[in-house]
């Protein structure tokens, strides 16, 4: 198997509040794969992720995507590496005044500049793609209705179609479903999954609970305090290693 990622002897330290936010963490995601990032809220996960798409400068180390140091692009460069890494948020991150139709469209655009979207002119055929892109997440009906009007379900749809738009090779999620109850979290589960097994986009994702992870994860990165704790198949996390992840008195809650 090929790499799409090679992280090595990542460090970021957030200069406000002097916080070591990771420590040294090197990994490699293969092409096809789908991890889940774990760990506590503040263990580092976000950072991770915006760390890829240098988002978040990172402090040291390397950051490899399909062969290009990510860590020593050009701002041009950078543009046209983020074209292939789409990515979706836990408060879905829409341009809420914006119709769903245009929030899509700036999927087409690479990284969202959500402002040049908006008075972007687009192609029948953009639009048509886009259109086929809310089908397959199951509300084309909603395509003109302001983005904000939608429940957060169908915004994370939203966030789905638009990633879908972008024919990432990578998909980076950040707690996509923590705003979610549990059986819309599934169904957005679903379709990430079928991105990574239909689309063959990679998929890494953070999640807050262990049994989506188990559910939907080939691999598993576990993070405290900005370190690795875990990396391995979700079946190899016991009770000795779940306690290793979340603490002493966590006890593992099941998502159904
Ligand atoms: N912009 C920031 N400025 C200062 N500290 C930050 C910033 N963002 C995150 N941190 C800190 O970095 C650590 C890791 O945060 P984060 O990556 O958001 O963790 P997670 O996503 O796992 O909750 C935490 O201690 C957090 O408080
Ligand atoms: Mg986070």
Do not use: W
Request: hydrophobic share 40%.
């Amino acid at each position: 198997m090929e790499d799409l990622i090679r992280i090595e002897n990542l460090v970021k330290i957030y200069e406000r509040g002097e916080v070591l936010a990771l420590n040294d963490v090197s990994t490699t995601v293969q092409k096809g794969e789908f991890l889940v990032l774990l760990g506590l809220s503040g263990s580092g996960k976000s950072t991770l992720l915006r760390c890829i798409n240098r988002l978040i400068e990172p402090t040291a180390g390397t950051i490899v995507f399909d062969g290009k140091d990510v860590t020593k692009a050009s701002s041009r460069q950078l543009r046209h590496l983020r074209r292939r890494m789409a990515m979706i948020f836990q408060q879905f991150n829409l341009v809420k005044r914006s119709s769903v139709l245009t929030n899509v469209l700036s999927g087409r655009l690479g990284y969202v500049n959500p402002a040049a979207s908006a008075i972007h002119k687009f192609a029948k055929q953009d639009i048509a793609d886009a259109m086929a892109c809310l089908e397959r997440v199951g509300i084309p009906e909603q395509a003109y209705k302001r983005a904000d009007e939608l429940s957060g379900g169908q915004q994370q749809r939203v966030g789905i179609a638009r990633a879908l738009m972008q024919q990432p090779d990578l998909l980076m999620a950040d707690e996509p479903v923590s705003a979610l109850d549990p059986a819309t979290a599934h169904s957005i589960m679903q379709y990430l999954e079928q991105m990574n097994q239909e689309d063959d986009v990679t998929v890494v994702t953070s999640l807050h609970f262990l049994s989506l992870a188990r559910r939907y994860g080939a691999r598993i990165l576990a993070l405290k305090d900005g370190e690795i704790v875990f990396e391995g198949s979700p079946a190899e996390i016991d009770k000795v290693k779940f306690k290793e992840i979340y603490g002493e008195d966590a006890e593992e809650v099941e998502v159904r």
